[in-house]
C-alpha cells in the first residue's frame, strides 16, 4: 500500500479510492493520510469487521457503504478510475500495489532462502500472484535457482481459485454471494484471478479450500500453541496446510512458509466467540479457586 501511495503522489493525485472487505480500506486510509490525500473507501455494508471499519474511521477517510458485496464495490471503483481518471485506485488491479506485494518474496529468501512451499490466503489473489513474480524475479536474475511452489487457500463457500484448479479449468466459476466468517477473502470473483493460476501452474503449485471450522480451529491453534494472533482469513494458511499434511500431498520434512495477513485485533467479533474459561468470582475467594483448579 506505501508503494501505490507514493505512486499517487508523484503523479500528482489528490484523491484515492479502494473497494475492500477491510484489510485493504484500513491501510488505504493510514498511508493515505500520511502522504497528504483524501481517501474514499467503498465497502459492503455489515460484511467489514469491526476492528478494520475503526481503523479507516479513525483514519479519516470517506466511507462510503453500498447495500453489496465486494465485488459489487470492486467494479465501482475500476469504472470510476476508467470512465473519470480524477481519482488513484489502491486496489490490487493496480500494479504498484503488486509490485510492493512481491517484496514478501525478497523478505523470505534473505530470511531462510527458497522454500519448498508458500502457501497464502487468497480472497482477490493479489498476494499469491505479487509473491510469486517476487521468486520469478530473483531467478530470472540468478539470485536463486528455483521458484518455491505457491499454494492458495480460500474458505469453501467463497473459493472460485481453488475450484478451478481443482476440477482443472481455465476460469473460475465465480459467485454471486460468497460466504465465510473468514471476511477478508468473502471474495466471489477476484480480479487477479488470471495472474493467480498463472502463478500457481508455473510453480508447480495449487489451491485447497478449508471450511469456516477448520480456519477458526486454526486460529485458536495459532494463538494457543504460537502465541500469534490471526484473523481468521490468515489462518486460513494454516488450515490448508494441515490439510496438506494430512493428505500427504507435501510433506513435514519440506521447508514450508506460511503467510498471515492480518492480525486477530482486526476481527474482535470473531476471536471473542472463540471458547475460553471466563469466571467470575469474589476477589476473597480468588485463591481458593486458582489453587483449587490446579489441584492444590
Same mark, same amino acid.
Given at each position: ?116 512451499? /508458500? ?61 465465510? /466468517? ?98 467470575? /468470582? ?15
Amino acid at each position: 500500500m506505501t508503494v501505490a501511495v507514493s505512486s499517487a503522489v508523484s503523479n500528482g493525485y489528490k484523491v484515492v479510492v479502494a473497494a475492500s472487505t477491510g484489510n485493504t480500506a484500513a491501510s488505504a486510509a493510514a498511508y493515505a493520510s500520511r502522504g497528504g490525500l483524501r481517501s474514499y473507501i467503498i465497502l459492503p455494508k455489515g460484511k467489514v469487521a469491526m476492528g478494520k471499519l475503526a481503523q479507516s474511521i479513525l483514519y479519516g477517510a470517506t466511507i462510503i457503504e453500498i447495500e453489496s458485496n465486494f465485488d459489487v464495490a470492486m467494479s465501482s471503483v475500476m469504472r470510476l478510475y476508467k470512465e473519470h481518471r480524477v481519482v488513484y485506485p489502491l486496489n490490487s488491479f493496480n500494479p504498484w500495489r503488486l509490485e510492493g506485494q512481491k517484496t514478501i518474496a525478497f523478505e523470505i529468501v534473505e530470511e531462510l532462502g527458497v522454500p519448498d512451499n /508458500v502457501i497464502v490466503p487468497v480472497g482477490n489473489a493479489g498476494n499469491i500472484y505479487a509473491i510469486w513474480k517476487g521468486f520469478n524475479e530473483l531467478y530470472e536474475a540468478g539470485r536463486i535457482d528455483r521458484v518455491p511452489r505457491m499454494i492458495g487457500v480460500q474458505a469453501e463457500g467463497a473459493a472460485p481459485i481453488a475450484k478451478a484448479v481443482e476440477k482443472s479449468l481455465d476460469q473460475p466459476e465465480f459467485l454471486d454471494n460468497p460466504e465465510t /466468517v473468514a471476511t477478508a477473502i468473502r471474495i466471489g470473483k477476484p480480479v487477479n484471478w488470471k495472474k493467480a493460476l498463472k502463478a500457481i501452474k508455473l510453480s508447480k503449485g495449487s489451491a485447497i479450500t478449508a471450511s469456516d471450522n477448520e480456519i477458526l480451529e486454526a486460529q485458536k491453534e495459532l494463538a494457543r500453541i504460537d502465541g500469534i494472533g490471526a484473523e481468521p482469513a490468515s489462518a486460513a494458511a494454516l488450515a490448508g496446510y494441515k490439510k496438506l499434511l494430512s493428505s500427504g500431498k507435501i510433506s513435514e520434512d519440506e521447508t514450508t512458509v506460511i503467510v498471515l495477513t492480518g492480525h486477530a485485533l482486526k476481527d474482535p467479533d470473531v476471536m471473542i466467540k472463540a471458547d475460553a474459561r471466563r469466571i467470575l /468470582v469474589n476477589p476473597e475467594h480468588l485463591d481458593k479457586l486458582i489453587l483449587g483448579d490446579l489441584g492444590l
